[in-house]
């Protein structure tokens, strides 16, 4: 619904612009020992959908890309590894860089999303995750 409200007010006025949605590598992946289908199938969701719309928006010169984070270490993934503490050694093992990343890890790429840097980009998913997804 927002992307829609935005559009909407992107055609109103006719110059464009670019939309970054927020999806996870878990659209792309299945999470090694978790369940967590609905998850993974809302991102996958996610990522379909900015294809679909960046299709119908950029004839009206409309941008729309996913940014797909790894692994975040956030107040609510603290909060899970109190519960699950095997996840904060186990999760890092599953990337190359042996590391989880942290919420500012991902500014310089939706800077790049947003600008004019990624003027020739759309309908496409930027993974960020730390190599998990290449193994």
């Not at 559009?7 to 996870?24: L, P, Q």
């Not at 956030?74 to 989880?100: C, H, I, S």
């Not at 939706?110 to 290449?134: C, E, K, N, P, Q």
Request: hydrophobic fraction near 40%.
């Amino acid at each position: 619904m927002t992307a829609q409200a935005v559009a909407k007010e992107m055609i109103r006025h006719g110059r464009g612009g670019s939309i970054a949605i927020i999806a996870s590598m878990s659209g792309t992946i299945a999470n090694r020992g978790l369940i967590c289908s609905a998850y993974n199938a809302s991102k996958a969701g996610l990522i379909q959908l900015a294809r679909n719309l960046a299709s119908e928006w950029g004839p009206h010169g409309i941008r729309v890309n996913t940014l797909s984070p790894g692994y975040i270490v956030t107040a609510m993934v603290e909060a899970l590894f109190e519960q699950y503490p095997e996840r904060r050694r186990d999760w890092p093992t599953q990337n190359m860089l042996g590391k989880l990343s942290k919420p500012e890890e991902y500014r310089g790429a939706a800077v790049f999303l947003i600008s004019d840097a990624s003027s020739f980009m759309t309908g496409s998913d930027m993974r960020i995750d730390g190599g998990h997804a290449a193994w």
